[in-house]
């Protein structure tokens, strides 16, 4: 049986998230039934199938983030929390 596809938000809603200093910050439940990005009124919640194993799932994290932004995974630098569900990443500028 085929996976559902990930449940993504517009790229721009997203982008909106970045803060001035473009930062992201999310929080992430990995080992998901599946992937998603939800825009939720105080944070984004970023669902990844990967397990918190070795870093699979940061890389899953940033593999989903850059879809959604329409940007390369080289754009994407994880500043703090590679070992915990709060994470914040910098987003390279276009």
Excluded: W, Y
């Excluded at 939720?40 to 919640?45: K, Y």
């Excluded at 983030?65 to 914040?88: D, F, N, P, Y």
Aim: glycine share 6%; aromatic share 2%; hydrophobic share 50%.
């Amino acid at each position: 049986m085929a996976r559902a596809p990930a449940h993504l938000p517009d790229a721009a809603l997203l982008r909106a998230r970045i803060d001035p200093g473009g930062r992201l910050a999310v929080k992430v439940t990995p080992g998901a039934r599946e992937e998603a990005v939800t825009l939720a009124d105080d944070a984004v919640l970023v669902k990844v199938r990967a397990p918190a194993d070795k870093g699979a799932a940061n890389d899953a994290v940033i593999a989903l983030l850059a879809e959604v932004l329409g940007i390369s995974r080289s754009q994407l630098t994880l500043l703090r929390g590679a070992t915990s569900r709060q994470k914040l990443f910098a987003v390279a500028p276009d």
